[in-house]
């Protein structure tokens, strides 16, 4: 598996969570890592990306989220984060580690994580 998501749960809206994504280092090393989110009722294809990092370092951030989630990694673990905090209840979605290579939208170079489902109430 070289992609391994923890730290999701339940949390009431206004609350914090931390998810960390442990990757094998030959995938950490990737052009891009990013979290996207997959809401309940959508498909696959409508999955929502969240917050990306690049090798070096630049983040971006879907409109959504700023100024709420930050998106980092330890290269010493080998390992991404995504901070939440001030959840909101369109947060609840099953959150996906991701990385690939040669950057977003080369689809058949994706690494996919197996999903950790973050719920907020409210």
């Known amino acids: 598996v070289q992609l391994r998501e923890s730290g999701g749960g339940w949390v009431q809206a206004g609350g914090s969570l931390r998810l960390s994504c442990a990757a094998t280092?030959?995938?950490?090393?990737?052009?891009?890592m990013a979290w996207y989110r997959q809401a309940p009722g959508k498909q696959r294809e409508e999955r929502e990306l969240?917050?990306?990092?690049?090798?070096?370092?630049?983040?971006n951030y879907a409109d959504s989220v700023k100024g709420r989630f930050t998106i980092s990694k330890d290269s010493a673990k080998s390992t991404l984060y995504l901070q939440m905090n001030s959840l909101e209840p369109e947060d609840t979605a099953v959150y996906y580690c991701?990385?690939?290579?040669?950057?977003?939208?080369?689809?058949?170079?994706?690494?996919w994580g197996q999903g950790t489902q973050v719920t907020v109430s409210s």
């Open positions: 991701y990385a690939n290579p040669m950057g977003i939208g080369y689809q058949r170079y994706d690494y």
């Open positions: 969240v917050a990306q990092i690049s090798k070096l370092g630049t983040t």
């Open positions: 280092r030959d995938v950490f090393v990737s052009k891009v």
